[in-house]
């Protein structure tokens, strides 16, 4: 990301550029930036750390180790690790579909992938909750099947599959674009088969993609607030994700605890943004 | 044999098509459409007369009026944010401009409910923000600015990841050009860069629009949740749900899926549209 390699070769680097590193104004950006970015970004991102040792490593210790926490994390835990397969199953499926054929209503069929970035999970909750709730469209049946959707695990992991839906398709769908079918179609002409050719050649070509839409997809899936507190019922030591555990221990007014509860999440999504600028230096 | 018969099959399409397009559409059907169809169909079970009578309440206009208008602060607050940020990490070098590009993804990668918890402590009598802001006599926490600052957090990455990629792109014997002319440093960037980077800034500023009229994590946290006062459109609909009132849920939801589905053509078109400038750049 340095700019001698955003340029083009065959410019020069323009002069005022040259003469701005050093001049007032060059360094007045910057400072403004390095700045704000300080208030507005890290200080909140360091607070939660502060705030959750503020009483000590034993009082952390104890509030991570409380069972309503060690619950939530479970859930949580359990929720991302069906998710995200799921997840990359169908990025992996459309991403081939679309990049791979030519069929008519592809446009569309990428719209619709997107669909879920573009509304707000609340809704995404509200619309789970008019489907499988008690008063919704399938509610009699479920009721009659004896099949508990909302309020419980199936509800928490539908809308998380809802919210993160286009997370591996956007990674990997433009890559497998861009490389086209001239590999596979080799492949098929030397007599692979379907699943030869998609571990051989197109698994390696893509894998940085997928691991990182993996990853994105994962982070976005732990931290799931609002869909999830609309299917989950909030019931404590049951439905209680680690994002709700945080809004739950805050309005207990136990600050201390809701922030220990938000530093494992923090852990999480800092481990993301790493893994997530390695992978981007890799490609 | 097999090499002979391929290349014919080959030719046409790779295998696997019937198997992918199916589990896509099986996915996204079951887990997208089928939830927005509920939601669409509820809306006209309500009917035309109820659903205005609930989304032009006072309560139901009050919230209304405060997410739009939050959501406009905020998106101000990126507009110029983002556009500082995307320049400074494309135009100059200096030591951290690594980390600095890292931590414009944090607003993304960190829970909003994390988000909303730390502002909401931070700008708190007690915290380090709020106790000096306090002292000014300015009140964050609990009134529409703190619901303003969590949608900025929320929404930061938009405006710099839309911007930077067309600034990086930029045709720097433009800017030779212009200076070579005699122009000042700020008339390049008014006359000659800004109105490059105008369709992806404008981009950039409706995406983080549509983003912070849906936010509710962050938010709930913030907010102090006064109906009239600070309470968000998201919010008055789950209120709704919790009184098991589905058909005021719906009708909310409704209205802020249609304002989503709005901005997202727009954003589309405005893409399109910065797409077209920087081939013709080119």
Not at chain 1, 187 to 194: D, E
Not at chain 1, 218 to 244: D, K, M
Not at chain 1, 265 to 271: M, S
Not at chain 2, 261 to 281: D, I, K, P
């Amino acid at each position: 990301m340095n700019p001698p390699d955003l340029i083009a070769p065959g410019y020069a680097v323009p002069p005022h550029h040259g003469h701005a590193a050093r001049t007032g104004g060059a360094r007045l950006l910057i400072g403004l930036a390095v700045g704000l970015t300080l208030l507005f970004v890290v200080a909140p991102l360091l607070y939660i750390f502060v705030r959750a040792f503020s009483q000590g490593w034993q009082v952390y210790a104890d509030n991570i180790l409380n069972p309503a926490t060690l619950h939530a994390i479970w859930l949580t835990s359990l929720v991302a690790v069906i998710v995200v397969p799921l997840n990359v199953a169908f990025g992996i499926a459309a991403a081939w579909a679309v990049a791979k054929h030519r069929f008519p209503g592809r446009g569309i069929l990428v719209t619709m992938i997107e669909i879920p970035f573009s509304i707000s999970p609340i809704i995404a909750g509200i619309c789970y909750l008019l489907l499988y709730g008690r008063q919704g469209l399938l509610g009699p049946w479920l009721q009659a099947a004896d099949l508990q959707v909302m309020f419980a695990l199936p509800g928490i992991v539908l809308v998380t599959m809802f919210v993160t839906a286009p997370f591996v398709a956007r990674e990997v769908l433009p890559l497998m674009q861009a490389q086209g079918t001239d590999q596979e179609q080799a492949a098929v002409t030397l007599g692979a088969s379907g699943w030869q050719v998609f571990r051989r050649v197109t698994l390696p070509n893509i894998r940085w993609a997928l691991l990182y839409g993996a990853v994105l997809c994962t982070a976005r899936a732990v931290g799931e607030f609002g869909g999830v507190s609309v299917v989950s019922g909030n019931i404590r030591g049951q439905t209680n994700t680690l994002p709700l555990h945080v809004e739950l221990l805050f309005n207990d007014l136990n600050a201390v605890g809701a922030f220990a509860a938000a530093s494992t999440l923090t852990v999480i999504a800092l481990v993301a943004l790493v893994i997530k600028t390695a992978l981007e230096a890799r490609r | 044999m097999i090499a002979a018969a391929a290349p014919v099959r080959a030719k046409r399409v790779l295998p696997g098509f019937t198997l992918s397009l199916g589990t896509t559409l099986l996915y996204l059907v079951l887990i997208v459409l089928i939830p927005i169809a509920a939601l669409i169909l509820k809306g006209a079970e309500i009917g035309p007369e109820r659903f205005w009578q609930i989304v032009s309440s006072d309560r139901a206009v009050a919230a209304f009026r405060i997410t739009i208008t939050a959501a406009a602060i905020a998106t101000a607050v990126n507009a110029a944010y983002g556009l500082l940020m995307a320049w400074v990490l494309v135009r100059y070098d200096f030591p951290g401009k690594r980390l600095l590009d890292a931590l414009m993804d944090v607003p993304f990668a960190l829970p909003t409910a994390v988000a909303g918890l730390s502002l909401t402590a931070l700008f708190s009598a007690n915290g380090w923000f709020g106790s000096a802001l306090e002292a000014a006599g300015l009140q964050v926490v609990y009134t529409i600015w703190g619901i303003a600052l969590a949608m900025a957090f929320t929404s930061v990455p938009f405006v710099v990841r839309t911007v930077q990629p067309v600034l990086e792109d930029l045709d720097v014997s433009l800017e030779q050009a212009a200076e070579t002319l005699g122009a000042r440093p700020w008339q390049i960037f008014s006359r000659v860069v800004f109105p490059a980077i105008l369709p992806a800034w404008l981009a950039g500023c409706t995406t983080a629009f549509a983003r912070s009229l849906g936010e509710f994590g962050a938010i709930v946290f913030i907010a102090g949740n006064l109906p009239f006062q600070t309470e968000i459109a998201a919010l008055l609909a789950f209120i709704r749900l919790e009184e098991y009132d589905y058909n005021g849920a719906a009708a909310i939801a409704l209205v802020l899926l249609g304002f989503a589905l709005v901005l997202l053509v727009a954003s589309n078109l405005l893409q399109n549209w910065a797409a077209r400038h920087r081939e013709a750049a080119r």
